[in-house]
């Protein structure tokens, strides 16, 4: 299921991948890949500069991720452009969420944030509690 958010005429939308093949129930290791696509629908020429990335385990305890653009790359979108990429999250827990910002520039140098959606990372281990 894809997550969207828009923030100043850029759509970030995450579709996150459960891999099975890359999970360990043994070794509670429990890894999603996600894909992100990011849509200029505005009027000005924006960069990608930096990411902050916020995820949540099952248990509560949250990993800030910060760093230089996206997968190695600081893409320029012009009107109308998009940007995609898939990347990866490992987890302790079978399930959590993650979500955060990009930190966007245009072309006179004015920098703003953007919303990434916050996305569910739900594998098929997950235990429902029934009151």
Same mark, same amino acid.
């Given at each position: 299921?894809? +997550? ?14 459960? *891999? /099975?093949?890359?999970?360990? *129930? ?7 890949? +996600?894909?992100?696509?990011?849509? =200029? ?6 960069? *990608?500069?930096?990411? &902050? ?9 949250? /990993?800030?991720?910060?760093? !230089?653009?996206?997968?190695?790359k ?9 940007f /995609? +990429? ?29 919303d990434? !959606? ?6 098929? &281990?997950?235990?429902?509690?029934? =009151?």
């Amino acid at each position: 299921m894809p +997550y969207t958010a828009t923030t100043r005429q850029i759509r970030v939308t995450v579709e996150p991948i459960w *891999l /099975e093949e890359h999970s360990s *129930l043994e070794e509670n290791r429990f890894v999603w890949a +996600y894909r992100v696509q990011i849509e =200029n629908l505005g009027g000005e020429t924006v960069q *990608l500069k930096t990411r &902050h990335w916020i995820i949540t385990d099952a248990r509560g305890q949250v /990993e800030h991720v910060r760093g !230089p653009g996206v997968v190695g790359k600081q893409p320029r979108l012009a009107p109308g452009e998009t940007f /995609e +990429y898939t990347s990866g999250c490992p987890l302790s827990t079978p399930s959590g969420f993650m979500g955060g910002t990009y930190r966007m520039v245009t072309a006179d140098g004015e920098t703003f944030d953007i919303d990434v !959606p916050t996305f569910s990372l739900d594998s098929p &281990h997950q235990r429902v509690v029934v =009151n």
